[in-house]
């Protein structure tokens, strides 16, 4: 499996970021399956970095094959929603950028991406007006609306496939809200899709 990852997917983000598109659309990378953490294990602070920080994302599970999904139709294509993390190694993609590198180095290592657990779609009454939010040590760190979206979930699911075959048990990240920022050793994460407890793991 691949996890496929979209970046600057929420309006307020990109300001914080100082970034900007140049166009509609969207920005997407890829981690390996080695960046994968389950069952709420911790997070181990690797030694590469000294400011590794948090984005809280929705994540979408892939269903089925597909290649050049039509948008009205991507929504077959995924049966799942969760939720993750994708951990960033923020110094070092300040260097990958600066020296128009890559950004895999800063994204794609080892554990960068912690998942919770997924709840079927149809528990969804609305895709576009869900809310999810992530607490460190019980404070709210991060809060997002799907509503909030650049890109829906059903073009990211379109856009991603004119390039990349989608094949069941992929994931795609689907971009972060404001808020990020470092975390630390000790420090306690729990994310949360509308008010249930999704996914909780200690930084070590
Ligand atoms: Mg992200």
């Keep these: ?17 100082k970034s900007f598109k140049t166009d509609a659309e969207p920005v997407f990378f890829m981690k390996p399956d080695t960046a994968l953490v389950i069952d709420n ?5 690797p030694a590469f970095s000294k400011e590794i920080h948090h984005e809280v994302e929705l994540v979408l599970k892939i269903s089925k094959t597909g290649k050049h ?4 139709f991507a929504k077959n294509y ?10 960033t190694a923020r ?17 794609a290592f080892d554990s960068s991406a912690p998942i919770g657990k997924f709840l079927a779609k149809k528990e969804f009454g609305d895709i576009n007006n869900i809310n999810f939010h992530l607490n460190i040590n019980g404070n709210t760190v991060q809060k997002g ?15 991603v ?3 990349v075959t989608l094949r069941q048990g992929d994931l795609i990240f689907t971009g972060t809200p404001e808020g990020v920022g470092p975390v630390k ?20």
Excluded: R
Excluded at 41 to 45: T, V
Excluded at 78 to 87: M, R
Excluded at 145 to 159: E, G, K, P, Q
């Design 1 to 17: 499996m691949k996890i496929i990852c979209i970046g600057l997917n929420y309006a307020n983000h990109i300001k914080e970021m």
């Design 41 to 45: 294990k911790p997070f181990y602070y």
């Design 69 to 72: 999904i039509d948008a009205d």
């Design 78 to 87: 995924y049966d799942e929603i969760g939720i993750g993390i994708d951990f």
């Design 91 to 107: 110094d070092l993609q300040a260097k990958c950028k600066e020296k128009g590198h890559p950004w895999e180095k800063a994204k």
């Design 145 to 159: 609306n799907t509503a909030d979206l650049l890109t829906s979930f059903d073009y990211i699911i379109a856009y």
């Design 161 to 163: 496939s004119t390039f």
């Design 185 to 204: 050793i000790g420090d306690k994460l729990e994310a949360f899709i509308e008010d249930a407890k999704m996914l909780e793991f200690d930084v070590k």
